[in-house]
Nanobody
Framework: QVQLVESGGGSVQAGGSLRLSCAASGSIFSIMAWYRQAPGKQRELVATITSGGSTNYADSVKGRFTISRENAKITVYLQMNSVKPEDTSVYYC?????????WGQGTQVTVSS
């Protein structure tokens, strides 16, 4: 059974930094991604990274967030810099291989002004 375990969330002041991690067990994934969902809003894509290292970002986080991966550890990271109050959300990792995708349990990120 594949499990994704997230860590690194918490509270930070605006302008600060956080690093999220998501570690998986038991499989190899071609696509890794981070999503977020704020209260009362739909879940939105934050960033993706392929097995070859190609990345894609939502416009709202470009230049501030960096997604990376460590294949040997089956882990994906999200480095969040210059955070803003509007980045406050529950952040979820997602990993996919072919047609199967798995989600992490979510980690809360709260940015205070």
């Amino acid at each position: 059974q594949v499990q994704l375990v997230e860590s690194g969330g918490g509270s930070v002041q605006a302008g600060g930094s956080l690093r999220l991690s998501c570690a998986a067990s038991g499989s190899i994934f071609s696509i890794m991604a981070w999503y977020r969902q704020a209260p009362g809003k739909q879940r939105e894509l934050v960033a993706t990274i392929t097995s070859g290292g190609s990345t894609n970002y939502a416009d709202s986080v470009k230049g501030r967030f960096t997604i990376s991966r460590e294949n040997a550890k089956i882990t994906v990271y999200l480095q969040m810099n210059s955070v803003k109050p509007e980045d406050t959300s529950v952040y979820y990792c997602k990993m996919c291989q072919l047609s199967r995708c798995y989600w992490g349990q979510g980690t809360q990120v709260t940015v205070s002004s």
